[in-house]
């Protein structure tokens, strides 16, 4: 495990908005352990927060914009890039326009402004989803697709095929995020001569310039577009060199394009919100396409910790045996319904209750097909939450646990004569008047079985009678 990364003071870097034309702040500041990325708009009244996740993009129209509660950031990927591609795990953006600079349209000037920041380890290890099986995404009607396999370290392949002979069918690879900086961080964002017109004539690429984007020519340029792209780029004179590049730019790679394509894929992957460990493999990747698979990813990641079953060893001796249960827990069988408690905190309560064919309540549900009745799945967690509660005070015998509400109650599988159930049940707010509110887990056979948010009090027993 490796620790959490932010970096050691703030910093700022200034430069123009690509598509406003207006000169834009930009300050990277530290942020704490399993804050994220977030940008925050400082020149908007209250200075509103958009978190860099997968779930605010809104639009993916020349480049990845994020919006929350009315609030935008647009072009969000090459500096979400540089901060992964830093290793950079919590960062706070803060920006006095709704889009950041464009620099010279690749992450190269992010990188070095994080760098003199000094990046810093924090005192937290790094979250990290591991890919165990095969993720993909297609788009049927551009053929684009992302996949995403098990690998030891994050890497990365982009493949591109434009149907322009000029850039032709171009890949590149990451092999490992540590190679960012000299391999990828410098291929600036590219555009075809077509696509550079229509933004012309809606005036959405006031900040544009021939220093911040390759201009791949895919046909014969007008006298009408050569003195359009004169004024649009400030230039007395415009050329197309043999390599069908727009004025003079020379590329720093052959394959600068499929480059630029991968530093996309990095930032707009970032979005998902948790480091990655796999391997991605993306054919004509595009920002609409990496933030749908990014909101895939996000959702399998989310699912996979709610359902992730917890492992304890069963064969040490329990931190209670049911006698040590009875001596808390007011409950007698054929209602006592845990056997073992396992770990114990002033936060949290880990029990085991063992389903034998001898439940009386096998009986009678069903004949023939003996199911533990879902109502009996919540008591267990219920009296497993009650050890947690009554071992707050000094005598639990003279105390009672009634229930208050039970909320976002789910069954997931059936429990079966022969099932081990293992609960789990932790704090979600203090306990305060001897009221308790959890959220407990019921899991069998490595599987979620039921969950629920579960509220009781303990009441003395002769304030009862």
Not at 425 to 430: D, G, K, Q, R, V
Request: aromatic letters at 6%; a negative charge; hydrophobic letters at 40%.
């Amino acid at each position: 495990m490796t620790k959490q990364k932010t970096i050691s003071k703030e910093i700022s870097i200034t430069g123009i908005g690509l598509h406003t034309g207006k000169e834009v702040v930009m300050t990277f500041k530290p942020a704490p352990v399993n804050h994220g990325y977030a940008f925050i708009r400082i020149d908007l009244e209250g200075c509103p927060i958009i978190e860099a996740n997968a779930r605010y993009v809104t639009s993916t129209e020349r480049g990845t914009n994020l919006e929350k509660n009315g609030v935008s950031i647009n072009t969000s990927e090459h500096v979400l890039a540089a901060a992964v591609g830093l290793e950079i795990d919590n960062l706070i953006i803060e920006v006095n326009a709704a889009e950041p600079p464009i620099m010279d349209g690749s992450s190269k000037m992010f990188i070095e402004a994080l760098e003199e920041a000094s990046i810093i380890e924090q005192d937290k290890e790094r979250e990290e989803y591991i890919v165990t099986e095969i993720i993909s995404y297609k788009d049927e009607e551009t053929g684009s697709e992302i996949m995403l396999m098990p690998a030891d370290e994050y890497q990365i392949t982009t493949l591109v095929d434009f149907g322009a002979n000029i850039i032709g069918t171009q890949n590149a690879t990451l092999s490992t995020i540590s190679d960012f900086k000299s391999e990828i961080s410098e291929a600036r964002t590219f555009s075809f001569l077509h696509e550079l017109e229509m933004l012309l004539n809606h005036n959405l690429i006031k900040g544009g310039d021939l220093n911040n984007a390759i201009v791949y020519v895919d046909k014969e340029i007008s006298v009408e577009t050569m003195e359009k792209l004169k004024k649009a780029f400030n230039k007395k004179d415009i050329s197309v060199q043999a390599n069908g590049i727009l004025n003079n730019l020379e590329l720093r790679w052959t394959n600068e394009a499929a480059r630029h394509k991968l530093l996309d894929v990095i930032g707009d992957l970032a979005l998902v919100g948790t480091r990655i460990r796999g391997k991605v493999i993306a054919t004509k990747p595009g920002h609409k396409i990496n933030t749908q698979f990014a909101k895939k990813l996000a959702r399998i990641i989310q699912l996979e910790k709610r359902n992730k079953v917890p492992q304890y060893d069963l064969s040490q001796p329990p931190l209670m045996d049911i006698h040590q249960i009875m001596e808390i827990l007011p409950h007698r069988p054929p209602f006592l319904l845990i056997d073992r408690i396992i770990e114990l905190s002033d936060k949290h309560v880990v029990g085991m209750k063992n389903v034998s064919m001898n439940e009386p309540f096998f009986v009678g549900h069903f004949p023939g097909a003996p199911v533990m009745p879902g109502v009996l799945q919540v008591e267990a967690m219920a009296q497993c939450g009650g050890v947690l509660v009554l071992n707050t005070v000094p005598d639990p015998e003279n105390y009672l646990t009634y229930f208050m509400k039970m909320d976002k109650v789910k069954f997931k599988q059936k429990v079966l004569p022969g099932d081990t159930l293992i609960f789990k049940a932790e704090l979600i707010t203090p306990i305060r008047r001897g009221i308790c509110n959890m959220q407990a887990y019921g899991y069998a056979n490595n599987k979620l079985v039921v969950e629920a948010e579960l509220m009781a009090q303990i009441v003395r027993i002769k304030d009862t009678e």
